[in-house]
């Protein structure tokens, strides 16, 4: 069975433009999350999305984006990137909700860099 | 808001020698999964904890989830060069998945 793959891998962008990440969820997994993670931090939740639905989001500005399609596959997007958005964006599918006893699987992650 | 606190942010042992990081919950939470990172790598899930006073163990790992369900515990014996990397904890509270910030372990030369 593939695991979680994510395109692209590495990105380079300059402050102002935007950006889309996709992940595509292990087969039959119904849920993507989306997490930054910068160094020394922890894993920042974004948002899950479930049945093409956002269930959960954290406290990010609304320049971070996503959605879901009918297959599974998610996107994220970020506009008017700024510099503290250069991180490593990882995705994670699950049969179910996260926050249902589902266990996570992780994508090997899109690091963001922003000039 | 609700957080979950790990400890230590970092711990420095010698091959060999034993590790332990503890998360706590400032409120109840319904379960707990353990990921572990390895540098360079992505999360990768341990173990999940359900229940009240339950203990898990994988080989050396020990995993313990408190009576209050408010605090766990990962406990690794004999550390070794395997063993290196960031284990997170992530607990579910009211339909919010909260993650701990890591203990990163690092094996002394």
């Known amino acids: 069975k593939a695991g979680v793959t994510q395109t692209p891998r590495y990105l380079i962008k300059t402050r102002g433009q935007q950006v889309t990440l996709s992940c595509s969820p292990i087969?039959?997994?119904?849920?993507v999350s989306w997490y930054q993670q910068t160094p020394g931090q922890g894993l920042q939740f974004l948002f899950e999305?479930?049945?093409?639905?956002?269930?959960n989001k954290g406290n990010f500005p609304g320049r971070f984006s996503g959605r879901q399609f009918s297959n599974s596959r998610s996107e994220m997007n970020v506009s008017t990137l700024e510099l503290g958005d250069s991180a490593l964006y990882l995705c994670?599918?699950?049969?179910?909700?996260?926050?249902?006893?589902?266990?996570?699987?992780f994508g090997p992650g899109t690091r963001l860099t922003v000039l | 808001g609700q957080q979950v606190m790990q400890i230590p942010q970092y711990q420095h042992v010698q091959e060999g020698e034993d590790f332990t990081t503890y998360c706590n919950s400032s409120?109840?939470?319904?379960?707990i999964q353990w990921y572990k990172q390895r540098p360079g790598g992505h999360p990768v899930f341990l173990i999940q904890?359900?229940?009240s006073g339950e203990v898990k163990k994988q080989k050396r790992l020990t995993f313990q989830f408190g009576e209050a369900k408010k605090n766990s515990s990962l406990h690794i014996t004999a550390t070794q060069t395997t063993d290196v990397g960031t284990y997170f904890c992530?607990?579910?509270?009211?339909?919010?998945?909260?993650w701990g910030a890591g203990t990163k372990l690092i094996i002394k030369p």
């Open positions: 994670a599918s699950s049969l179910g909700l996260a926050t249902s006893y589902n266990e996570q699987f």
């Open positions: 087969s039959g997994h119904r849920s």
């Open positions: 999305y479930f049945s093409e639905t956002q269930r």
């Open positions: 409120t109840t939470l319904s379960n």
């Open positions: 904890l359900v229940k």
């Open positions: 992530a607990g579910n509270s009211n339909y919010q998945l909260i």
